[in-house]
Structures are given as structure tokens and as C-alpha cells.
């Protein structure tokens, strides 16, 4: 049985991939909630500050889930938000896969996804800090990818706004939902199952021939416009 590590299995697309993923594959998780259901093993900790638990077995696969949604103009923004943005979004991920390349190095392939944002490559106002930050994960998808082959597959997956506990700020209200799904092509907002089921496939096989990609699964928002 292939073994993933699910970083942010908790809640919103890192649940919705466990949930996919447990029936095919053993399923570890760290996240910062005390307990993740259904899940082969968990651990609670915080991946950019405290000490990473060990893993016995080879990892066939590699996903970091976490996030930040901290939207503000450029002129308001302190810091030490852009520090803890660049904390979370990529340190965290650098903390994980340094601790755990043994382990995906000991698989036969492996898989690595991260998590970026379609605000990278098509700017939004008041995104400073979150493109910021996760822009440095695209570049770190390709250095890996680089670095990494042909053993370990990396890439990352830039979605939109997904309906997630990340973004309940946002979308709070019925007349907010309705007008961001309006501002995509497809006219919905992304569903958590939409992003699991990319990340479950660039885990498989059948993605062998896929690494240093960054796919869009976003409503079509960052490619086409319909009117």
C-alpha cells in the first residue's frame, strides 16, 4: 500500500484528499487540530515551529496544504504579516520536505504537491502578501522538480477562491458567494473536492509524466474571459 503524508488534512481541501485518499492509500497527517478522523496516523503540531515527528516508511507522496488569506491594500500591511505569510506558506513546506526527503527518497517514486494561488499569475489588488509568498512556492516547485528528478515528481496547483473554512470571511454571505462565482467563467466557486481530486491524481501514476507544473484549477478565471 502506497503511504502520503497529508500536511492540513484537518479541514477544507486537505480533508476532502484524505477522504479520497484513505481507501487506496495509508494516510499520515500533521496539522494543528488535535485529531483528524479517519486517517492511518496523526500527529498535531505546528510544521513551522515545532519538531517534526519521524516516519518509519518510505512516503510514496508529499502534500502541503496550508494556506493564508490576508487581504489588505499594499500601504497597511506590517512586516511582519508579509514574515508570517512567508512563514506558513513556505517555510512550513521547506521545514516538511527536508525532514521527510529520506523518506520519499526510500520509495520506489514519490510525489510532491504543493498549493499556490491563481493571484500569482493574474494580479489582484490588495493580494500582496499572499502572492507574495506563495509566488516563492512556484519557484520552489521547479527548483525541486529540477533538483528531485526523475525519483520524486513535483508540482503545485494554483486554484481560485474555494469554498473553504480559509476563505468563510469572504463568503460569509449569500450576495458574496454569488458575485465571486460570477467573476469566474465556469460561474461557481470551487468546491474542496475540485483541488483533492487534482492532488489525488498528480499522486498517481498516472501523472508519471507530469513534474515541475503549475495547474490551474480555477473556474477558468486566469485564462479566459467571456465577456
Known amino acids: 500500500m502506497r503511504n502520503i503524508l497529508i500536511v492540513g488534512a484537518s479541514s477544507g481541501i486537505g480533508e476532502a484528499l484524505a477522504g479520497l ?12 487540530s488535535a485529531t483528524v478522523p479517519s486517517v492511518f496516523r496523526h500527529v498535531s503540531c505546528d510544521v513551522v515551529s515545532d519538531e517534526l515527528p519521524n516516519i518509519d516508511e518510505p512516503l510514496h507522496g508529499l502534500v502541503y496544504c496550508p494556506g493564508s488569506i490576508n487581504l489588505k491594500p499594499f500601504a497597511r500591511i506590517k ?29 520506489d ?13 493574474t494580479g489582484f ?3 500582496a502578501t499572499v502572492s507574495a509568498s506563495k509566488g516563492a512556492i512556484e519557484g520552489l516547485t521547479r ?8 525519483k520524486i515528481r513535483v508540482n503545485a496547483i494554483a486554484p481560485s477562491l474555494t469554498d ?44 508519471s509524466w507530469i513534474t515541475g507544473q503549475v495547474l490551474h484549477v480555477d473556474g477558468g478565471i486566469s485564462a479566459i474571459k467571456t465577456s
Open 164 to 207: 473553504t473554512p480559509l476563505a468563510e470571511n469572504l463568503l460569509r454571505e449569500d450576495s458574496k458567494k454569488q458575485a465571486a462565482a460570477a467573476r469566474h467563467p465556469l460561474k461557481r466557486l470551487g468546491e474542496p473536492a475540485d483541488l483533492a481530486q487534482m492532488a489525488l491524481f498528480l499522486l498517481s501514476e498516472n501523472a
Open 109 to 121: 517514486s514519490a510525489s510532491v504537491v504543493l498549493f499556490s494561488t491563481v493571484a500569482v499569475q
Open 21 to 32: 485518499a484513505q481507501p487506496q492509500c495509508r494516510v499520515y497527517s500533521l496539522s494543528r
Open 125 to 127: 489588488s490588495f493580494h
Open 143 to 150: 527548483a525541486l522538480a529540477a533538483e528531485w528528478a526523475p
Open 79 to 107: 512586516p511582519e504579516e508579509f514574515r508570517a505569510d512567508f512563514e506558513l506558506n513556505l517555510v512550513g513546506a521547506v521545514n516538511c520536505l527536508q525532514h521527510y526527503l529520506r523518506n520519499l527518497q526510500a520509495a
